[in-house]
T-cell receptor
Framework: AQSVAQPEDQVNVAEGNPLTVKCTYS??????LFWYVQYPNRGLQFLLK??????LVKGSYGFEAEFNKSQTSFHLKKPSALVSDSALYFC???????????FGPGTRLSVLP | ETGVTQTPRHLVMGMTNKKSLKCEQH?????MYWYKQSAKKPLELMFV???????ENNSVPSRFSPECPNSSHLFLHLHTLQPEDSALYLC??????????????FGNGTRLTVT
């Protein structure tokens, strides 16, 4: 069965500092990994995905994520955080057997001015 | 503009009411989904439709009844709800159900409160 873990409920970071939001996963086949962001009173917005190829993928708003097969991780990163990055972040996984998306519980990111 | 529009944005209903949530996608996608998002719980998949045919129903109580008249529209009919059904209901679409690389595109949700 597929599963996704986001070990931190909350991440606090100062504006201008680098940020990392952690995600680990478990799938039967090849993983397809996604990050979404949710701002207050809004739906989830797609940020980026890893399908195959380069382990470092770049996405919207300056975010990037690094796929690490040996550690089964897909951490979200940004070199310099903005206050406007404060939101709820979800990691999600699918496998190549076509199962539905499985979402992690979410991590709340607070960027402090 | 997300490409997926949900109405109403907010809904308050009593336990004996009947109401419907509406979702429309303008992306030309073939798959549509209903998710439930409750506080402090993971996102719950409720229903999946592919080309207007229901392909998954995740043990959702019968007081929730989906309808997909065409590939652009999705409804969730509600009746005899319970207070624990209060949540944010999210509609999403994707290119198709089997395309594993296609991301979901979400609407902004309907915030439902059952009194």
């Amino acid at each position: 069965a597929q599963s996704v873990a986001q070990p931190e409920d909350q991440v606090n970071v100062a504006e201008g500092n680098p940020l990392t939001v952690k995600c680990t996963y478990s799938v039967s086949g090849n993983p397809y990994l996604f990050w979404y962001v949710q701002y207050p009173n809004r739906g989830l917005q797609f940020l980026l995905k890893y399908i195959t190829g380069d382990n470092l993928v770049k996405g919207s708003y300056g975010f990037e994520a690094e796929f690490n097969k040996s550690q089964t991780s897909f951490h979200l990163k940004k070199p310099s955080a903005l206050v406007s990055d404060s939101a709820l972040y979800f990691c999600a996984v699918r496998d190549n057997y076509g199962q539905n998306f499985v979402f992690g519980p979410g991590t709340r990111l607070s960027v402090l001015p | 503009e997300t490409g997926v529009t949900q109405t109403p944005r907010h809904l308050v209903m009593g336990m004996t009411n009947k109401k419907s949530l509406k979702c429309e996608q303008h992306l030309g996608h073939n798959a549509m989904y209903w998710y439930k998002q409750s506080a402090k719980k993971p996102l719950e998949l409720m229903f999946v439709y592919s080309l207007e045919e229901r392909v998954e129903n995740n043990s959702v109580p019968s007081r929730f009844s989906p309808e997909c008249p065409n590939s652009s529209h999705l409804f969730l009919h509600l009746h005899t709800l319970q207070p624990e059904d209060s949540a944010l209901y999210l509609c999403a679409s994707s290119q198709d159900v089997t395309g594993v690389t296609s991301p979901l595109h979400f609407g902004n949700g309907t915030r439902l409160t059952v009194t």
